[in-house]
Nanobody
Framework: QVQLVESGGGLVQAGGSLRLSCTGS????????MGWFRQAPGKEREFVAAINRSGVNTGYTDSVKGRFTISRDNVKNTVYLQMNSLKPEDTAVYYC???????????????????WGQGTQVTVSS
């Protein structure tokens, strides 16, 4: 099991930027595909972005394409989510997740992930 700790959340005005970080421990980080999900109040958790083991392949939900960028540093055991041009509808608790992977794909479905962080709050004011 991978232990995941998110950081970087906070309060930002619309149009601003934040960078979330998620650091993993307990297993070889580069063996895991990583994803970011978010859950807004009263809504189900949804997929945001994902990255494969090496960092070459990435995927995004349509609402964040062109604004968010996922990346990873396997030396630092960390995955990042750079969020630009933030909107009030991006307000949510953001979770990172890990999935043991044996190929080069990323994964966009919540049920595919086995390990989760505790979440970090992102609030975007209008």
């Amino acid at each position: 099991q991978v232990q995941l700790v998110e950081s970087g959340g906070g309060l930002v005005q619309a149009g601003g930027s934040l960078r979330l970080s998620c650091t993993g421990s307990g297993h070889t980080f580069s063996n895991y595909a990583m994803g970011w999900f978010r859950q807004a109040p009263g809504k189900e958790r949804e997929f945001v972005a994902a990255i494969n083991r090496s960092g070459v392949n990435t995927g995004y939900t349509d609402s964040v394409k062109g604004r968010f960028t996922i990346s990873r540093d396997n030396v630092k055991n960390t995955v990042y989510l750079q969020m630009n041009s933030l909107k009030p509808e991006d307000t949510a608790v953001y979770y990172c997740a890990a999935k043991r992977s044996y190929g080069d794909t990323w994964f966009g479905r919540e049920y595919e992930y086995t390990d989760w962080g505790q979440g970090t709050q992102v609030t975007v004011s209008s």
